[in-house]
């Protein structure tokens, strides 16, 4: 059976590979399936071939084999076996040989899942399918779309109609056209302006255009004239299945052509005898993805494009003619349910979305106009445009000569290979000289080849600072080329925190004198990366470099959102954030907060270093929504105007001002009186799917102190951390209170007196504490086992917040028993008793599980329930945090003012600092949590006297 397991994990390949003229084209499975093949010819089983090669001690790596081969493995091996076991003759149930069911399960190829279905639909026809961009009809479309946006300087002046044709022939004939063709071509023609003025698109990051790749690809295979006599259904049919084609291995398979024409079965067989048949995306010139819309669609698009119409204006033309439909979303008069993306931040979005619009909806109505901040700066001026594009223009050249360096060296091009070629010169590689001069693991200092450097078994990209920690990107300056057992060593830790104090492991020693030299040797540019690797605080992520990161997911939620509206009003459009901004400084808002605040007794939105933070209070939200609804397309286009003009001239936009008035008088004191009666609602967090208990499991050991058994949790420690504390020269004493009061902690009265007796001792003789008890021994003898770790007791047992776990140990008799501790508490239940004594709770996460509804009488509060406290009535609060802490103050609640967005507790080096009681945080004892009340709002925090404001 174990065979038969080995095989149906290694099955082989199901198709054989197509013979190709050139050995560079066959990758490492293709080319390890050739020599596989050849060496079984004499006879031998996948089986003994791989046995002959362990003999000789050479290596089974990029060895493979076909299924085929596998096969008569099988057979052979069941052949054999069947001689000595009658069952293997037999048959099922259903009359089967047994043989043949295992042999079915084992190899039968299952087919793979076709994504033809997740194709997204045309928005401008219904039931029709984007076309696969290597259509010709999508060819020809791009190709009147980039003839249209052509045009000479940046105002973009049009072509001639000469220009315009002699420019078409030349995209349909080739793949990709240099504009230095382009001018060369019209030169010739005598059709260059005088001027020698250059096209519109011509730019540093650009200096090409793509034509009809298509064409060329077929040219390429040499195919050319067959693919053009097709007719248009039959290459319509030809390029639909090589876009759904799952693998290219489908010929092989039988049954392929029974859903396509003769016709096109035999072009694709065409195809397969040229040897270089492949995915769209693997053949030369071929383009793979969909196009935005569908392939009828574009055709009659085609018939109203010309260089006096275009694309937009075609499609408006379409929908006057009723050729497509005026909107993705019909006018329904209502928001209806949202279709999952898959992205988890965009559909909780949504959701919230939804059933903040729903209410707002159903207290005032739809909205006549509804306005989309989008995540987008306002467009460029033309220095900072140039700017932009000069370093466009380097990063493709600098990608364009890192993929010449690994296609010279017979290395895959790909973005991976990449990433790690830049990064391994960046370190002292050099590929001109191939292994001659190798670069260095930063953290190891362990050489790296560069074909270590493109194995991902040798080498591992690391994240300077932990990716779980800080979310750092993928990008160049924020990773390092390391060896894997470093990068395995240095876990979720920062340079500084793995390697500062020169550890050994596994054989590697890491010395940071070391580490701080070959970081000195970076290149110049990479600045930053030195900053980060020799950084010795682990500050966190800032809040503009997470803001930036989260940009993609934001503006995917506004551009959904604005289509999404089109339902309950015809009438969307988008604003700016960068003219938010600015209006909101422009007509005194930005301070309406700070107002607030000082009226309701806490303290201005500053962080640890003075600087104003809006974010802090959760109104400002309110704030931004108020200018994002009183800017109007022509406010919009104002600013837009004043704002090109004076890019034209400054060296940097930041330095750029413009003035709008507001469209309204008295507006601050308005959106003051609105902002004192806003209620922010917080989602309560009533999901029980946090962690139930720590990782590190408890030992359990049971007391008898008099008549009362006590139960102690224990775990095991270093004897010499309970008598030293690691510094960084190495160990240092602790105080004899300090190491007396660790000691007395030891389980087991034996060894617990045996350790305070040694250091009575110690404090006699004057005797090091570290020396003594490095050597200890538990006997007085030589060959007794020193004392290298111990078994404290950590804290007692509490049924409330600990479970213990019975398991059975078959190296030992008896039961043996661990303790688990809670991760995270789930809520805690105030009840109020008949004497008049108020009894609470907390409940873990594990045992809010297995508990039902709550009593009558009983009040539950979750994290982000919203409550009222009797000491404060007038502020409304959220519950933040719920612990169980010691014996003394064993249930603590923590709630905060709701406008506050700030956490409890954190990390010293962030930027904002967290609450305090001074800032408004209240600490709820048992004493005081019958004066908790749960406070009802909705999720969008709206109050009557809000709406009747919101109505005038």
Request: proline share 4%.
């Amino acid at each position: 059976m174990r065979v038969l397991m080995h095989m149906e994990k290694r099955r082989g390949y199901a198709g054989s590979f197509k013979v190709k003229t050139n050995d560079k084209d066959k990758g490492k499975a293709e080319a390890g399936v050739i020599e596989t093949h050849v060496a079984l010819g004499d006879g031998r089983t996948v089986g003994q071939y791989l046995y002959s090669l362990y003999r000789k001690g050479e290596s089974t790596k990029n060895i493979y084999a076909l299924r085929e081969d596998y096969e008569k493995e099988f057979d052979q091996i069941w052949d054999i076996q069947a001689q000595y076991h009658d069952a293997l003759k037999r048959c099922d149930a259903d009359g089967l040989p047994i043989r043949e069911r295992f042999k079915k399960a084992i190899f039968k190829q299952r087919p793979l899942q076709a994504f033809s279905d997740k194709v997204g639909e045309c928005p401008l026809l219904e039931c029709e399918r984007r076309a696969p961009k290597a259509h010709p009809v999508f060819q020809q479309f791009r190709i009147q779309e980039t003839l249209n946006n052509l045009g000479w300087g940046r105002k973009g002046g049009n072509l001639t109609p000469q220009q315009h044709l002699i420019v078409e022939q030349m995209l349909a004939e080739k793949a990709e056209i240099t504009f230095e063709s382009i001018y060369k071509k019209l030169k010739k023609k005598g059709c260059m302006p005088e001027s020698g003025i250059c096209l519109n698109m011509d730019t540093p990051n650009r200096d090409s255009i793509r034509g009809s790749s298509t064409l060329a690809g077929f040219k390429t295979l040499k195919i050319l004239d067959k693919w053009l006599a097709l007719d248009g259904d039959t290459q319509d049919s030809v390029i639909c299945f090589l876009a759904d084609m799952t693998t290219p291995e489908l010929p092989d398979i039988p049954g392929w052509r029974e859903n396509i024409t003769l016709e096109t079965a035999d072009f694709i067989d065409e195809m397969v005898k040229t040897g270089k048949f492949d995915r769209l995306s693997k053949m030369r010139n071929f383009e793979s993805g969909r196009a935005s819309y569908s392939v009828k669609a574009m055709q009659k698009l085609l018939q109203l494009i010309s260089p006096d119409m275009r694309t937009d204006e075609a499609i408006d033309e379409g929908i006057k003619l009723g050729w497509f439909s005026s909107s993705e979303f019909e006018p329904l008069g209502y928001l209806p349910d949202f279709d999952e993306t898959g992205n988890a931040l965009v559909d909780v979005s949504m959701k919230q979305i939804k059933k903040v619009v729903d209410e707002i909806t159903s207290c005032l109505g739809n909205p006549a106009q509804v306005i989309v901040e989008m995540g987008r700066e306002m467009g460029l001026g033309a220095i900072q445009k140039r700017k932009l594009e000069q370093q466009q223009g380097k990063n493709r050249d600098a990608n364009r000569k890192l993929n010449e360096e690994l296609i010279a060296g017979s290395h895959k091009s790909s973005r991976e290979n990449r990433l790690r070629l830049q990064l391994w010169n960046e370190q002292g590689g050099d590929p001109n000289l191939s292994d001659a001069k190798i670069a260095h693991c930063i953290y190891s200092g362990k050489p790296i080849k560069l074909s270590d450097a493109l194995d991902g078994n040798a080498t591992q990209l690391d994240h300077i600072r932990p990716r779980k920690r800080f979310f750092d990107t993928r990008r160049p300056q924020y990773l390092v080329l390391c060896i894997s057992k470093a990068n395995k060593f240095k876990g979720d830790r920062t340079p500084w925190e793995a390697f500062h104090d020169s550890p050994e492991n596994g054989g590697v020693c890491y010395d940071w004198e070391c580490i701080e030299a070959r970081v000195k040797q970076l290149p110049r540019d990479a600045r930053f990366k030195k900053k980060l690797i020799l950084s010795k605080e682990a500050e966190p992520q800032d809040e503009e470099s997470f803001l930036d990161r989260q940009m993609h997911a934001t503006q995917w939620v506004a551009r959904v959102t604005g289509q999404w509206m089109q339902h309950i009003c015809p009438d969307v459009w988008v604003s700016k954030g960068w003219l938010t901004a600015q209006l909101r400084y422009q007509w005194g808002l930005a301070t309406v907060i700070d107002d607030v605040r000082r009226d309701e007794g806490l303290p201005k939105c500053k962080n640890k270093y003075g600087e104003w933070n809006k974010r802090m209070d959760h109104r400002h939200h309110f704030i931004d929504a108020c200018v994002i609804g009183l800017t109007s397309r022509g406010l919009f286009q104002k600013a837009a105007k004043s704002f090109r003009q004076q890019a034209e001239i400054l060296e940097d936009w930041q330095d750029i001002k413009f003035k709008v008035d507001p469209p309204i008088e008295d507006i601050r004191s308005q959106v003051l009186d609105v902002c004192k009666q806003i209620i922010v609602s917080h989602k309560p967090d009533r999901f029980l799917s946090a962690k139930l208990f720590d990782d590190n499991p408890f030992g359990l050991q049971v007391d008898n102190e008099g008549d009362k058994e006590v139960k102690w949790l224990t775990h095991r420690v270093p004897l010499l951390d309970l008598v030293s504390k690691t510094a960084k020269e190495g160990r240092e004493a602790l105080p004899e209170s300090n190491v007396r009061k660790n000691l007395e902690k030891v389980a087991g009265d034996e060894l617990r007196a045996l350790l305070l007796n040694k250091l009575d001792e110690c404090l006699l003789e004057g005797i090091s504490f570290y020396k003594e008890f490095a050597n200890l021994r538990r006997y007085k003898s030589d060959k007794s086992p020193l004392i290298k770790m111990v078994k404290v007791r950590v804290s007692e047992f509490d049924p409330e917040s600990h479970q213990i776990v019975e398991h059975d140990q078959k190296q030992l008799s008896g039961k043996r028993y661990k303790v688990l501790k809670s991760a995270e508490n789930a809520y805690v239940e105030v009840r109020e008793c008949d004497d008049g004594h108020v009894s609470v709770k907390v409940v873990p996460m594990f045992q809010a599980l297995k508990a039902g509804e709550a009593e009558k009488g009983v009040r539950r509060f979750f994290k982000g329930d919203m409550v009222t406290y009797s000491v404060n009535p007038n502020i409304v609060y959220v519950v933040k945090k719920i612990t169980r802490e010691d014996d003394r103050h064993p249930i603590r609640i923590n709630i905060i003012p709701h406008t506050e967005s700030r956490t409890i507790g954190g990390s010293k080096q962030n930027a904002i600092p967290p609450m305090k009681v001074s800032d408004g945080l209240v600490e709820i004892t048992p004493k005081s949590a019958h004066a908790l009340r749960h406070f009802h709002t909705t999720p969008a925090g709206l109050k009557p006297v809000l709406g009747k404001l919101l109505r005038e």
